[in-house]
């Protein structure tokens, strides 16, 4: 009689798990390259769709905005519908959005699949660290978040490169089309393991804030289609600056309507205790700044290179390289060395490098010829890896140090917010000051544009030190006078 001997369990599940969280990890990173790869894409969709300049920014923005400020709500409806379910919702709208954006007849239309794209990007990203805690328990936790940081520097690297390739190949005649339709198998396999993900809700309903919501859409809204509006070089519409206006005030409105509804005992989309002092604010006006900068610059990059001097989408990912790998060095030599052992210092380090590799950049414009290639670029660009590499983690490790363990989530989800509503204003700022001279641009006009662009870059990046030195000095002094209370 023979015996039988059955498998160990728990090998199984814990296999189950790690694939769960590649699932999760993949709807992440599928985010991110999304954004990347149509960067870099933007001006063949142009070229193939029509439309004009401002449609460029319009490629970005439309998906970076709805994601920014519906980031919070997605959130909440996550603790409130179940995480996966919300989390399986938005990745099934983000793979119907992308097949509509590979099939868009039309730039408008193209734009509009975008929005909701990034509509869905925003049910689906903040699930994922909610969903990561409900898989894992105990040190495992801290194994699972910690694998968040290489995926998403592994897709900020693939990104740009993959975006060119697949432009470039143009498989099967399918140009452009083809850095959306990426998205359909990564999407499937997604949904594909949902199943082995638990289900995961927040132990007390939240509430949601639609008042809340809809007046930051409007504001946003407001605020940013005049910086773009109809097209560099083109008359703007005599209504866009008092829009923009109107936008400001909308956002007062929605400032007032928060504080109201937090001493009313409602919930506000916003923690309103988070802006008790100086520092959280100051963090997240550094976080608009900086990402303005690095958002607005990459964009910049790519439109001179094949706008500017008709080279193709192939040159213009593997221009972006040295930048992606020095992000990706520096960030995982900051996080695993130099944060714990300098802290702060490294953020205004990186602020630092960062400026450093913008000046060498315009070095590099004005020694090359207009209309040819800027090689000298490609040492600047890493060196501007370099300095964003060290400054973002220890950003958002400084931000969130000193928040109180109950306003973490919403503190962390403004500042992913704010995140992408720097990228979309600075490709909105820097992107119609590329287009202000002459459409379309010449080699002169557009290196003189590019150089323009990295000056007034390296103006919001001296700012953002400026609000990251505040940011600290406010955290210092809170802690000052917290221990001084207490003793």
């Known amino acids: 009689m023979t015996q039988t001997t059955t498998a160990p369990v728990m ?35 142009r070229a193939g769709l029509g439309g004009s300049a401002a449609d460029l920014q319009w490629f970005s923005a439309a998906y970076t905005l709805p994601f920014a400020v ?27 959005a992308s097949l509509a954006c590979a099939l868009a007849p039309t730039a408008g239309t193209l734009i509009a699949f975008r929005v909701v794209q990034g509509a869905a990007a925003a049910a689906i990203i903040p699930q994922t660290i909610g969903l990561i805690k409900a898989m894992f328990d105990g040190d495992e936790v801290a194994k699972a978040l910690g694998t968040i940081g290489p995926v998403m520097g592994l897709a900020g690297v693939a990104g740009p490169v993959l975006g060119g390739v697949l432009t470039h190949a143009d498989l099967f005649g399918s140009s452009w ?22 289900e995961d809700r927040a132990p007390r309903r939240p509430g949601l804030d639609p008042l809340g919501t809809a007046l930051v859409i409007i504001a946003a809204t ?36 928060q504080r109201h509804a937090a001493r009313a005992g409602g919930k506000p989309l916003v923690e309103t205790s988070l802006f008790a002092t100086r520092a959280f604010p100051a963090a997240l006006v550094t976080s608009a700044l900086f ?5 607005g610059l990459m964009f910049v990059i790519v439109v001179h290179l094949q706008v500017g001097i008709g080279a193709n989408a192939m040159t213009a990912g593997l221009t972006l390289l040295p930048w992606s790998l020095g992000l990706g060095a520096a960030s995982y030599l900051a996080g695993s060395r130099l944060i714990p052992r300098y802290g702060d210092r ?32 490609l040492p600047g660009l890493a060196v501007c890896g370099l300095g964003t590499g ?7 490790a400084s931000a969130l140090h000193h928040v109180r363990p109950q306003e973490i989530g919403s503190a962390a989800g403004l500042l992913n917010a704010v995140q992408q509503l720097g990228a979309t204003l600075g490709v909105a700022v820097l992107g119609t000051l590329f287009f202000s001279r002459d459409i379309p641009p010449t080699p002169s006009s557009a290196s003189q544009a590019a150089e323009a662009a990295f000056i007034i870059a390296g103006v919001i990046l001296a700012a953002a030190t400026a609000a990251a030195t505040a940011m600290t000095r406010s955290a210092s002094r809170s802690m000052t006078g917290n221990r001084t209370e207490q003793s």
């Open 11 to 45: 090998p199984a599940l814990d296999r189950w798990r790690w694939i769960g969280l590649a699932a999760v990890l993949t709807a992440e990173a599928m985010n991110l390259l999304d954004a990347t790869i149509v960067q870099v894409a933007a001006p063949t969709m």
């Open 70 to 96: 519906l980031l919070i709500t997605g959130g909440r409806l996550g603790d409130i519908a179940g995480r996966r379910r919300v989390f399986r919702i938005g990745v099934t709208a983000f793979l119907l």
């Open 177 to 198: 089309r083809a850095v959306f339709l990426v998205n359909a198998p990564l999407a499937v396999a997604v949904l594909a393991l949902t199943n082995r993900i638990r």
């Open 222 to 257: 407001l605020i940013v289609y005049p910086l773009i509006g109809s097209g560099g070089g083109s008359r703007q519409p005599i209504w866009s600056w008092p829009a923009a206006g109107a936008g400001v005030l909308v956002l007062i409105v929605f400032a007032v309507q």
């Open 291 to 295: 990402f303005a900068a690095v958002n």
């Open 346 to 377: 490294i953020m205004f380090a990186g602020l630092a490098v960062l400026l450093l590799g913008t000046g060498a950049a315009i070095s590099a414009y004005l020694a090359t010829d207009p209309g040819h290639y800027p090689t000298l670029l």
């Open 390 to 396: 060290l400054f973002t983690p220890t950003f958002f």
